[in-house]
């Protein structure tokens, strides 16, 4: 089965406020999409309801395959060694032995595997949280402001992360205010009617 | 099924690692040491009272954890983590009933023990109160998780926790300590019937307010 992620004319409201409406976009295997917009838009309410957390007011959402969401929160058990707090979702995901392992060298974190997740700083949490997104078998990638706090070379690390993953059929769905290179993703761009 | 194991497994570590289960334990003892100081060094009348005053202070113990049983796991995007993955509210709800039991029920049954010698529970008392208490203490169990559920999201509600949950709690106290007599058996059934109910359907209760608190 290949991944698909698709929104027909999806709305979302939050209390009474429209955040959009009439969304449509449709990505397959290998695609990418670049969500855009400014403070508020709706960019992390929209990866809520294309990872499920949140039903859509009108519309549409098709999905094939399984869902990594990396949101603004870690969800790693601050007191465990950041290793075992891995360990956990890798179990929960079925993840082959060595995942984790492989997940933490590709973000460069692999000396910080015994260290608890309350001492790590913001950047080494933004990258741990990665690494769970790498470490899962998840066709689908729900990036919400993945950079943040993150150095060059990470940023670098977590480009060529989505570009494997996409070169493996995976899909990416990334929200973000800084420049990360995404190439041919498809552009959505949030809260242009809005004053 | 095997994910939903590891749910429980993760609680109760986090509960035994974090000390979160001694806290209603040494809450429960220090009850049972204080009340003789309250009411006396009278034997025959602390053998008469203590079961019940038991009863209270596994019923306020059980409220200790209530905060910290759900609340951390929301804010740092766990229970988010969990719905993505496909568990339901309610197969979560109920996984960390079963951990929240697991890490108070069992330390609570082996304290009643002291606790007993402490207010001179003879030992027919002492058997119905552990009868009572491990039929009952699933239920209190059951009752924190669904409280702990519909505070989500609100500040400072540690007194509402109580409010809350000490009324769905009276028919508990009620036969629980109604069962400590020695013609108890009705009231240990009718124990058994009310915190059947409630374990029932606190997974239900708890699972939709995890729903609603996504929102």
Known sequence: MTARLAFDRVACLRGDRLLFEGLSFALGAGDAALLTGPNGAGKSSLMRLAAGLLVPSAGKIDLHGRIAHAGEAPALDMRLPLARALGFWAGIDGSEEGAVRGALERMGIANLAEVPVHMLSTGQRKRATLARILASRAEIWLLDEPGNGLDTASLGRLTEAMAVHRAGGGIVLLATHQPLDLPDALPIVLGKTTP | ?215
Do not use: C
């Not at chain 2, 929301?74 to 079963?98: M, N, P, Y």
């Not at chain 2, 491990?134 to 239920?139: L, S, V």
């Open chain 2, 1 to 215: 099924m095997k994910g939903w194991l590891a749910i429980v497994l993760r609680d109760v570590r986090t509960a035994y690692r974090g000390g979160g289960a001694l806290l209603p334990l040494v809450f429960f003892l220090l009850v049972a040491t204080l009340f003789p100081f309250a009411v006396g060094p009278d034997g025959t009348l602390l053998a008469k009272v203590g079961g019940g005053a038991l009863w209270m202070a596994a019923l306020l113990a059980a409220l200790l954890p209530i905060d910290r049983l759900i609340a951390p796991d929301a804010e740092q995007g766990v229970l988010d983590q969990f719905a993505v993955r496909g568990f339901s509210d309610e197969a979560i709800a109920a996984a960390k009933i079963l951990a929240h039991w697991l890490g108070f029920g069992p330390p609570l049954l082996l304290a009643a023990l002291p606790a007993a010698a402490l207010l001179r529970l003879d030992g027919a008392t002492l058997l119905r109160l552990e009868l009572g208490l491990a039929i009952g203490t699933p239920a209190l169990a059951a009752l924190g998780v669904m409280t702990s559920a519909l505070i989500l999201g609100l500040r400072g509600a540690g007194a509402l926790a109580g409010l809350l949950m000490l009324p769905l709690a009276v028919p508990l106290l009620i036969f629980g300590a109604g069962a400590l007599g020695p013609d108890g058996m009705g009231a240990l059934k009718l124990l058994g019937a009310a915190a059947l109910l409630l374990t029932a359907l606190a997974p239900f209760a708890a699972g939709a307010a995890l729903r609603a608190a996504r929102e």
